[in-house]
């Protein structure tokens, strides 16, 4: 496994460049980690959470403690159960055209998520405390002995250096005419690492399971 300090010190040599500080370095491989978890469902990454609805309004802003990335995928209420779940707020119109103009009372039966926020259709006329699962993101790595411990253990450096490499080079080559040799290598051995993911963990939970009908319409 990778710690901080390593990969910051492979980047280091790999560069042969001194004008990139500590915290460049460090924030380039962080952008890394952001970007590899974009690419993939990491089970690591999975969260749950609890909303509280308003009786006003068919949405409330995404809890600042979730921290939030993507997917929510399911969702129930306490001694109502589950609730069918999209992906994107056009299948919920499709059920709802009205959501956007009238508030209608009733128990949730739809739910997702738009511009930070959770979208429910119908509103309780009560306060309502929802369940949700989705994806959170990734811890950054902050001190010397961090580990990304989401990502697979023999991907930590092809994965974080990579991306680091690629994206430096490509403030290095800038200006050049013609292939940018190193920019372009370091771009496929991350896109290469990406690939590999799968080799190592299944692709977490981005759908109900079937009897649930949560996600697909």
Known sequence: MAKLEEMRANIRLALQDASFTDEQIDAKINQGLIDATWHTLLPELESSGEVTTSPT???VDIPVLWDFQRNLYHADVADKGDIKVFTQIGLLKKRAPEIDSEVTPGDIEYLTTRNGKVVYYPAPTAATVVKCNFYIN????VKDADIPTCLPIPLHNDILESYALWKFFAIIEDGIEGYKVNTNYYK???QEALERI???VDEGQSTS???RENQWE
Not at 138 to 141: R, T
Request: charged share 40%; hydrophobic share 25%; glycine share 0%.
């Open 188 to 190: 496929k051995e991350y």
């Open 198 to 200: 799968d080799d190592y």
């Open 57 to 59: 309004a068919h949405e």
């Open 209 to 211: 399971d079937p009897v």
């Open 138 to 141: 990734p811890i950054p790595l």
